[in-house]
């Protein structure tokens, strides 16, 4: 049957029962699992409106038509899962044992989950990896259940290999033949687990368990209904005056799935535990074809998802901005080690000053997102990533206020973070983790935060660098990297072009910690010493995952951008 046909009866059937949909639940067909049908109903439109990165995978039409008759795509389990994820969004007290603690939101969900999940272990069903994926994220946020989230996924993960889905369906031999639904809900379920994989990889600083190279299902999703349906912000309590929106769900999926891929490839190729045996010259060439792919998915972006001036009139729904904001934390995550690593430094320090701008143009694209977000829609209801993104942020903007005086944009800046670690630790728990690295990087290297002072820029940004340093480090200041291919130019509204870094400072801000921190082979430096110098591949920072070193020592990684969640960052004594 032609494609098109296929996207046609898929976008009627989809159609046709969200209109049954209405009906089944005022005849009272739908099985709330012993909820009140009300509140179960409020509960599910709380997860659907959101729209996380998780969102695809449970299909909605599957879903609610099999509520009413027991079908093969509804499961209780999966049920309180979303009922437990959603919770947590809710403002009705029911829905927590301490009417006055957003923590507890959820638990009797929760249970009823462990309570189903013991007899759905014993076989693989899509409903199930559907409840364990939910659970994943909605756990993880919670701050101190990062084991049960990384175990809850890696079952999903399993039960994926088991049922065969890391290989599109028309692949496999002997393979019952299965519907246009069978197909669209397999594909969403495989990449909605692909993208939960990579996240959970680069905040637990963990091996991804999902690789590219061992699958083969196409990114194709024929099932178009929900890209242009109207979304409006039922579960934000943002700007009244917004009047919704396309959802863009589909096409926003899509672009998350691709950029997954690159988020692996940098896990793969900058952050495992062979990186750091890796030759210069190899990281330098893979930081250059990691670039080129982030620069060719921001520019083959559909028109729909680019978002680049200011104001809330027009911005796009919390998922897309939630999206660029993830591009941005990738070109971060990719170019922070080479300014971090020292040894990269001294082989090629323009390489160094190009990257830190790259790394500032980055953050200041993620500060805007953040403004425009919480206007709109309010960052407290926003999802984890968000606060992740306002951390990498953070970590560059903090070396830049180091150089600024108070009334800079970079402190202004600083602030937006801080208050978005504020107002998001309600419904984040772990945010409150991020918040404390910040501020003791901040007192650390010395920047304090006034906070009668305002930037005059309503957009925010990030200023250029001081350029008056102390005279026994002016020669090793280093202006414009003109040896930088074209394509690793930074792109910027700041003017990054004539700006004068003092990287020997932001360098030092990186080395210093670590020797602060009793990594061996480093001794600490004195804020006025920039001639102490190690041996080439001393300094390990974010080029080595952080667990091969935290366990042995028994340290944490300060500002770590890799694993930054994981268990092997918690402090002994913590």
């Known amino acids: 049957m032609p494609m098109e046909w296929i996207k046609k009866g898929l976008m009627g059937e989809a159609a046709y029962q969200r209109q049954i949909e209405t009906l089944n639940f005022q005849q009272g067909k739908l099985d709330f699992d012993g909820v009140d049908p009300e509140l179960g109903m409020h509960l599910l439109s709380l997860h659907w409106n959101r729209q996380h990165h998780s969102f695809l995978i449970t299909y909605r039409p599957a879903f609610m038509r099999d509520m009413a008759c027991g079908g093969p795509y509804f499961s209780k389990l999966l049920l309180n899962a979303i009922y437990f994820g959603a919770s947590k969004f809710s403002p009705r007290l029911e829905v927590r044992r301490d009417p006055d603690d957003v923590r507890t939101a959820g638990w009797l969900y929760r249970r009823r989950v462990k309570e189903l999940l013991g007899g759905a272990l014993d076989r693989s069903e899509i409903t199930t990896i559907q409840a364990l994926l939910v659970m994943t994220s909605s756990l993880f946020a919670l701050g101190d259940e ?47 687990a692909f993208v939960v994989d990579k996240i959970q990889s680069l905040y637990q600083g963990r091996p991804a368990s999902l690789q590219a190279f061992d699958t083969h299902v196409p ?174 942020a953070a970590t560059i903007l903090v070396r830049i206020a180091a150089q600024r005086k108070e009334d800079s944009q970079a402190h202004a800046s600083l602030r937006t973070c801080l208050s978005v670690f504020d107002e998001n630790q309600g419904t984040n728990w772990a945010v409150q983790r991020a918040k404390n690295v910040i501020l003791n990087l901040m007192e650390r290297i010395g920047v304090t935060l006034d906070k009668t002072n305002t930037c005059d820029d309503p957009a925010g940004g990030i200023d250029t660098i001081n350029t008056e340093v102390a005279p026994e480090i002016q020669q090793k200041k280093v202006s414009r990297a003109n040896n930088e291919p074209d394509d690793i130019q930074p792109t910027s509204l700041i003017d990054l072009e004539t700006a004068e870094l003092d990287m020997d400072m932001i360098i030092r801000s990186f080395i210093t910690q670590q020797a602060n921190y009793g990594y061996p082979n480093l001794s600490p430096m004195s804020a006025g010493s920039a001639e102490t110098e190690a041996p080439f591949g001393m300094y390990m920072t974010d080029l080595v995952a952080p667990e091969e070193y935290s366990n042995h020592l028994g340290l944490s990684f300060p500002d770590t951008l890799f694993g930054f969640n994981g268990s092997s960052q918690d402090l002994p004594n913590s």
């Not at 989230?149 to 002997?174: C, E, K, Q, S």
């Not at 393979?175 to 639904?181: A, Q």
């Open 219 to 392: 990114l194709t999703f024929l099932d178009q209904y929900e890209e242009l349906e109207h979304w409006t912000p039922f579960a934000y309590p943002g700007n009244p005056k917004y009047s919704g929106s396309p959802a863009y769900s589909v096409s926003t999926f899509r672009e998350l799935c691709k950029l997954s891929v690159i988020l692996n490839d940098i896990l793969n190729k900058v952050y495992s535990e062979k990186s750091s045996k890796r030759a210069p010259e190899e990281l330098v060439s893979n930081r250059a074809s990691l670039h080129s792919a982030l620069q060719e998915w921001h520019d083959g972006l559909p028109s729909h998802l680019q978002f680049d001036t200011p104001g809330t009139c027009n911005a796009p729904p919390p998922h897309v901005l939630s999206l660029l904001a993830l591009y941005n934390v990738l070109v971060i995550l990719l170019h922070r080690p080479f300014v971090a690593e020292g040894h990269l430094y001294n082989t090629d320090p323009s390489m160094a000053v190009n990257s830190f701008r790259i790394c500032a143009a980055a953050a200041k694209a993620i500060i805007g997102l953040l403004r425009i977000y919480d206007e709109t829609f309010s960052i407290r209801r926003a999802p984890y990533l968000m606060s992740y993104a306002t951390y990498v």
């Open 146 to 192: 990062r084991s049960a989230a990384w175990l809850y996924a890696g079952t999903a993960f399993r039960m994926i290999i088991d049922l065969g889905m890391h290989v599109d369906a028309p692949y496999l031999i002997n393979m019952r033949r299965l519907s246009d639904e069978d197909l669209e809900i397999r594909r969403r379920v495989f990449w909605g």
